[in-house]
């Protein structure tokens, strides 16, 4: 085979249907899918095209996010949001997994809960903000309240499917090895759904990242979702840029580290 | 022989009104103490319904079944069930699921010390018996569908219970795996003299493990006839091919095939076969 042929062989065997790619290829891939938007941004900002008021340069946005860190209290606008999510996101998850689990595993719960729960989810958190400002007020409760009310009720749904999606045999198993009721609820149900369970808390504390700025809409005075509301006021486009990163990286280390608690919590699913 | 479990009068009704389905219509049937009793019958005749009533996870809609002359209502540990697929836990390791009756609280009732001390040594017993040593610490899914199958049965023997039941258990191994399994059940039934009650699809499997073969008809799902095996108690591969083995397969599976209203229309293929030759032509 000449060596045009080979290139062209191993080429072609990257894109085999569902196929397999070896670390280093798919590192490979992931960068050149990171690089090329961020060369294309840096492109158009340099060419001069676009104002640099609306579009600012990724070396703008960085340097932006040093002044911001360095005399504009970043770090603090940083903790106080990662609070208020954490905060929003504790509540929901401390609420919505019981009654998920009841609803998946009891009939009578879930004729009572889940229409209710469904019908709620569809209403917008946000036209919530007026009663939650008469309710709670505007202090640091409204804006974890706001955070709540846009996971929970999506989150009860997905425990309560996590739950139903554990195999009737493993229960039955148990119900003929003489379980009782509880004991199959905590030695089987919880334990069978668990990896899954980490798995919908993973998805909907991105869901509680994206409230955060609705949440900071609430008469908020610090945070990155305000400052990034501030900016548009002052046209500082380059602090918009530097906020919206600075969420995104946040929210993918947390993402991360769900992974991670994933694979070291529930070792037999990565064995082969 | 002392009669184990007996059924009387088995009625069972899925459903109501115009949709209602009758899985079982008067089943009447003994089963003697350490029989191996193997159902066959077209699917939906009521094989797995008849074993989950056995079992406990479903009740009869009239009728009754008694084990030891007492009228069972629910589970219980004196009857354990081995499922075709997909109930070992698979994050437990291959010896955690075996013990997992253990932590139940009706697996511990009136239990002694030295009872607990004997317990921990059968589950050590039950692993060497069905050949799970070296995968003792392994989890299911690192495991071939033939091994999990080993232990979940293990996982069914270990509290020592009289009757096990076992729906298809080894309808999803391959051929060679199954006679493996075959050979391991008929030895662990002998050993520990439980009563087994085993549904398969598969009339081979029927005769070779039964003593008796119970062929079911469907709709509505009930008892058709019952078949003796004469077989020497040490079953051996070899006896699939004798005649007289063959002989009785036949027949079970014609019986089969009238309970279940199936044949083949031969004239029926012909002319569809001469009707796309036509066709074929005129193109
Ligand atoms: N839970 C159920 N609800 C309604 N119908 C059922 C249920 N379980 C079984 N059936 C029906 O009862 C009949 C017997 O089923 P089954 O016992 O599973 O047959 P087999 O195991 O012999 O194939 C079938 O017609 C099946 O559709
Ligand atoms: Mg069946």
Redesign the pocket.
């Known amino acids: 085979m000449s060596s045009r042929n080979k290139i062209l062989a191993s080429w072609d065997s990257l894109w085999v249907i569902r196929g397999e790619l070896s670390r280093r290829t798919y590192i490979m891939f992931a960068l050149f899918g990171m690089l090329v938007p961020l060369a294309a941004w840096w492109g158009v900002s340099v060419s001069g095209w676009m104002d640099k008021v609306f579009m600012p340069g990724p070396m703008e946005v960085v340097s932006r996010a040093y002044t911001w860190f360095m005399d504009d209290e970043l770090s603090h606008d940083i903790w106080i949001s990662t609070y208020r999510v954490m905060a929003g996101f504790a509540l929901s998850a401390v609420l919505a997994i019981p009654i998920g689990l009841m609803i998946g595993t009891y009939r009578p719960v879930q004729a009572m809960l889940e229409p209710l729960t469904d019908f709620i989810r569809y209403m917008p958190a946000v036209a919530f903000i007026p009663l939650v400002m008469l309710w709670v007020g505007i202090d640091e409760s409204s804006k974890i309240a706001i955070i709540f009310i846009g996971t929970f009720f999506q989150m009860v749904l997905m425990v309560a499917e996590d739950v139903r999606r554990v195999p009737i045999t493993q229960i039955e198993a148990a119900q003929t090895m003489g379980a009782s009721r509880g004991e199959i609820v905590s030695l089987v149900i919880v334990p069978s759904a668990k990896p899954a369970l980490l798995d919908t808390l993973r998805v909907t504390m991105g869901w509680a990242w994206t409230y955060l700025v609705v949440a900071e809409l609430v008469a908020a005075n610090s945070g990155l979702g305000y400052s990034i509301l501030r900016a548009q006021r002052f046209m500082q486009t380059d602090k918009i840029f530097a906020g919206i990163i600075l969420i995104g990286l946040i929210g993918l280390t947390i993402d991360q580290l769900f992974r991670w608690l994933h694979r070291r919590n529930f070792p037999w699913m990565y064995k082969k | 022989m002392t009669t184990k479990i007996s059924i009387q009068a088995a009625h069972k009704t899925?459903?109501s009104g115009e949709k209602a389905?009758v899985?079982l219509q008067e089943v009447n049937l003994e089963i003697g103490s350490n029989e191996f009793v193997t159902f066959v019958?077209a699917?939906?005749?009521?094989?797995?319904?008849l074993l989950r009533c056995i079992g406990g996870l479903e009740s009869l809609s009239s009728g009754s079944i008694k084990v030891d002359g007492e009228t069972i209502n629910g589970p219980g540990v004196d009857r354990a069930m081995v499922f075709q697929h997909y109930s070992l836990y698979p994050w437990l390791t291959v010896t955690e699921n075996i013990k997992f009756s253990r932590q139940l609280r009706a697996g511990r009732e009136d239990l002694t010390s030295s009872d607990v001390e004997a317990a921990s040594g059968r589950a050590d017993a039950l692993i060497n018996l069905m050949g799970l040593n070296h995968v003792r610490d392994a989890y299911p899914n690192q495991l071939s569908g033939g091994m999990q199958q080993r232990v979940a049965i293990a996982r069914a023997l270990l509290p020592r219970p009289q009757i096990l039941l076992m729906d298809e258990p080894f309808g999803a191994l391959d051929a060679q795996t199954r006679e493996v399994m075959h050979d391991m059940i008929l030895h662990v039934s002998k050993l520990e003299k439980t009563t087994i009650v085993f549904?398969t699809h598969d009339v081979e499997e029927a005769i070779y493990l039964g003593q008796r073969v119970v062929v079911?008809a469907p709709r509505p799902?009930r008892v058709d006839s019952i078949y003796q095996v004469d077989l020497p108690e040490q079953r051996d591969q070899d006896m699939k091919l004798a005649p007289g083995f063959l002989q009785q397969k036949k027949a079970i599976l014609t019986r089969i095939r009238e309970t279940a209203g199936m044949h083949t229309d031969y004239e029926l293929l012909e002319r569809m076969t001469q009707q796309a030759a036509q066709q074929n032509d005129m193109q």
Do not use: E, L, Q, R
């Open positions: 899925f459903g389905i899985a019958g699917s939906g005749c009521g094989k797995s319904t549904v079911m799902g």
